[in-house]
């Protein structure tokens, strides 16, 4: 028995090894090393100009930084980045804005594993949006992201001329990258502020400020005052309605005519 006991650590640490195998490396080590250098040969290509060679960022002649140290920008911020369209630039003073990805998703997945390999930067979360509590996201939404995208999620204006874009076309992953990378203007929110499982209810909640018309299937309370309002329009208007007809009935006007 007490034979068994001592085994315990040795098995709990199996299972944690092969847990971390499974999320760490989602691929033999061979395919991941071909990505890798797959994704090295693009990035000489069309990142390297500004990025450097060591990915620390290169300084134009003048003086002025072309492109920023990316090697801890990890696979949150190289997902982020080209996923939305906003790397590579085409002018360094240029804003990156979400738009077309210059690259298609084989190109993504390696460029991005290159440049997570380049130092310790965040790991890309796997959103499950189905999996999300709406109501937790509305509130973790409200708490941290209004004051800069607005309560809609249509964005706003930021100081030095920037601004904090609309959500409207995020991915669930798009949210996840932003959300552990903190690109630009925007603090990075690790997973003891946000934990994995709170963001696919952020991303849910996201997604459903996209298409706020259609709650009616919604379960009421899951979302907050939307369905709510509903109610009162639905249950409190006509009671009032009600209210307002007997009270008129029994007016004398009303009682006078009848008679
Ligand atoms: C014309 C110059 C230029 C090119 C080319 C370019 N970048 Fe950038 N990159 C920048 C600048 C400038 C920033 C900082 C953007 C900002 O936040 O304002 C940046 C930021 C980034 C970041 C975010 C770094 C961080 O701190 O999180 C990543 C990741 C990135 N670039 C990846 C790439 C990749 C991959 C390519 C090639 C496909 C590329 N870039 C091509 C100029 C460039
Ligand atoms: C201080 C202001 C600020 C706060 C707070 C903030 N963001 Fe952002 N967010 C930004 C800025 C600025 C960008 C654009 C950064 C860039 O790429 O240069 C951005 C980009 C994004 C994007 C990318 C949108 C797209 O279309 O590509 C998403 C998604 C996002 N934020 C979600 C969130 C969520 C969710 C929260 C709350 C947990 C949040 N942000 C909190 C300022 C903010």
Redesign the pocket.
Known sequence: MGRWLRRIPVFAGFAVSAVAALSVGRMPVGAQQDLVARGRD??MV??V???GTDGKGTVAPNGE??????T???EA??Y???STG???????????VHREP??GDDDIDA?VA??ASLGK?PRLPRVETSNGDLQEGGEIFRANCQACHSASGSGGALSYGRAAPPLSKATSEQVGAAIR????QMPVFGPEEITDEQLNGLAAYVEYLRRPEDPGGLPLGRIGPVPEGFVAWGVGVPLLLAAVWWIGSRSPARARRSR
């Open positions: 693009l990035y069309g990142c100009s500004c990025h930084r072309r492109g920023t140290d990316l801890n920008a990890g911020g190289a982020y980045m080209l906003r790397m590579p630039l085409n002018n360094p003073d240029d804003q990156p210059a690259y460029l290159y440049v930067g990378s903190g690109p630009g």
